[in-house]
Structures are given as structure tokens and as C-alpha cells.
T-cell receptor, first 113, second 114 residues
Framework: DTAVSQTPKYLVTQMGNDKSIKCEQNLGHDTMYWYKQDSKKFLKIMFSYNNKELIINETVPNRFSPKSPDKAHLNLHINSLELGDSAVYFC????????????FGSGTRLTVV | AQSVTQLDSHVSVSEGTPVLLRCNYSSSYSPSLFWYVQHPNKGLQLLLK??????LVKGINGFEAEFKKSETSFHLTKPSAHMSDAAEYFCVVSGGTGRRALTFGSGTRLQVQP
């Protein structure tokens, strides 16, 4: 009965590779997000989708491409991985509207070597 | 525009003593404010939220926070710390009705000494 599930939990890959992280939520939320947590624990929004439409796209290299096949899924594809992409990536979901908190996934720790 | 400042990067308390984690915010809108907790190598869990109702908000695990508009603060407190409270705590602000991005503070690491 996991609410927001991300796979894989850990991902170790070489520079230059392409990888994907998958996210699924079963809460009936209409909005999903990707956040990046750097080595200093700072969390920053990357993307947000509402009902499969992109509504937030922060300053993120275009090597990162989110895809939302339906409102329960938001996947993150990363091309040509670089060392600086190493971080923990969190998927989250919520209902649109002020005051709704997010439900976060457990994170994907990406290590680029 | 909105921002969050967590005034302490690290707080250490003894088990059984009170906890105070300080947070100041700035928002162009009437903000919604949250506290999240992250245990080591875990995801983020919502502790409590303020959404323009009662200014004193009670959350899980005995935590509470008070919204003070005049001081633009939303400090997190707990009367008596437990060892299991040791974690990273994030103060978060969300504002406006369009974009729903949360703006996170830089985090406060709470250490609980036996």
C-alpha cells in the first residue's frame, strides 16, 4: 500500500550513460513533482506536472526530461550523466491548491562515477 | 517570491528536554507553512502544516508549531525530546494558488543526547 513509490532506490552508473527513475503514486493526487537533494541536504524543485501537463520547469539542464504518461506516474529520464548529477532525487505528489502538503517517495540515490 | 531561513543548522539537546527549531519565512502571498522530517537515508515525512486556520498547529509525535505573522516565524517545538527524534528537519513554505512548488529551508539537524 505504498503511497509514492520510486524505483530504483539506488543507482550507480558511469558518466555519459542514460538512465531513468520511475515514480508512481496511488493517492489519487493530481500533481506530481521531482526534487533534487544535494550533498548538503538542500532540496530544490526540478519539475512539476498537473494532470500530465508540465507546470513547473526550473532551471534544469535539458539532459533531464520528465515524462508523465498519466497523472499517477512521473518518470525522470537523464541523458549523458555527469558527475554533478550525483544526488538524491525525490518524487512527490499532492493535490493542487493551497495548503496541501506533499507526500514524498523514499528517494533514489544516484551516484555517477 | 518566497524564502525560508532556518536559523540553526544544528541543534543538540538531551533526552527529555525541550526542543526548539527556529524558522523565519518570507512570502508575497498568504503562505502555507510546513515542517518535514527526514531520518537518515529515509524520505521526507510531513510533521505538521499551517494553512491560515489556528495559529498553533499540532503535529505528529508530540511536535507543534506556532505561526506568528508579526514576526514572520514558524518555530517548531516539542516539550520532551526522544532519541528517535534525531533527524534532519525542514521548514517549508508554499505560496500562491498557481505554482505549487515548495520552497525548503536549508534544514536543521537535531541531535539528541542520552
Amino acid at each position: 500500500d505504498t503511497a509514492v513509490s520510486q524505483t530504483p532506490k539506488y543507482l550507480v552508473t558511469q558518466m555519459g550513460n542514460d538512465k531513468s527513475i520511475k515514480c508512481e503514486q496511488n493517492l489519487g493526487h493530481d500533481t506530481m513533482y521531482w526534487y533534487k537533494q544535494d550533498s548538503k541536504k538542500f532540496l530544490k524543485i526540478m519539475f512539476s506536472y498537473n494532470n500530465k501537463e508540465l507546470i513547473i520547469n526550473e532551471t534544469v539542464p535539458n539532459r533531464f526530461s520528465p515524462k508523465s504518461p498519466d497523472k499517477a506516474h512521473l518518470n525522470l529520464h537523464i541523458n549523458s550523466l555527469e558527475l554533478g548529477d550525483s544526488a538524491v532525487y525525490f518524487c512527490a505528489s499532492s493535490l493542487m491548491g493551497p495548503g496541501y502538503g506533499y507526500t514524498f517517495g523514499s528517494g533514489t540515490r544516484l551516484t555517477v562515477v | 517570491a518566497q524564502s525560508v531561513t532556518q536559523l540553526d543548522s544544528h541543534v543538540s539537546v538531551s533526552e527529555g528536554t525541550p526542543v526548539l527549531l527556529r524558522c523565519n519565512y518570507s512570502s508575497s502571498y498568504s503562505p502555507s507553512l510546513f515542517w518535514y522530517v527526514q531520518h537518515p537515508n529515509k524520505g521526507l515525512q510531513l510533521l505538521l502544516k499551517y494553512t491560515s486556520a489556528a495559529t498553533l498547529v499540532k503535529g505528529i509525535n508530540g511536535f507543534e508549531a506556532e505561526f506568528k505573522k508579526s514576526e514572520t516565524s514558524f518555530h517548531l517545538t516539542k516539550p520532551s525530546a526522544h532519541m528517535s527524534d534525531a533527524a534532519e528537519y525542514f521548514c517549508v513554505v508554499s505560496g500562491g494558488t498557481g505554482r505549487r512548488a515548495l520552497t525548503f529551508g536549508s534544514g536543521t539537524r537535531l541531535q539528541v543526547q542520552p
